[in-house]
Nanobody, 121 residues
Framework: QVQVVESGGGLVQTGGSLKLSCTAS????????MGWYRQAPGQPRDLVAK???????TYAPFVKGRFIISRGNVRNMVYLQMNSLKPEDTAVYYC???????????????WGQGTQVTVSS
């Protein structure tokens, strides 16, 4: 089994910073890309940032220049450094990994449970 767990959310004021962490664990053969999505109440789940197997990164326009996605010292860990936070960043943030299980035949997406980020005015 593969599990993805994220943490680091909380309540911050406008202009503040948070760093989210995500770890994939279990019977993992390899990790391809990892990324972050977010979902605000009544809104769809949108891509925030992703990092692929070659370390190339992609950012949504609404976070580019403020957020940074990076891998940890092992490929099953990923971080999201969030700076200059705005009230509109308030959402549940989800980590996702494209991961091949140790006995699997293909890569599939594994999702975390989400962590709440709230930015006050």
């Amino acid at each position: 089994q593969v599990q993805v767990v994220e943490s680091g959310g909380g309540l911050v004021q406008t202009g503040g910073s948070l760093k989210l962490s995500c770890t994939a664990s279990g019977s993992i053969f390899s990790v391809n890309s990892m990324g972050w999505y977010r979902q605000a109440p009544g809104q769809p789940r949108d891509l925030v940032a992703k990092i692929d197997s070659g370390e190339d990164t992609t950012y949504a326009p609404f976070v580019k220049g403020r957020f940074i996605i990076s891998r940890g010292n092992v490929r099953n860990m990923v971080y999201l450094q969030m700076n200059s936070l705005k009230p509109e960043d308030t959402a549940v943030y989800y980590c996702v990994g494209l991961i091949k299980h140790s006995v699997g035949s293909w890569y599939r997406q594994y999702w975390g449970q989400g962590t709440q980020v709230t930015v006050s005015s």
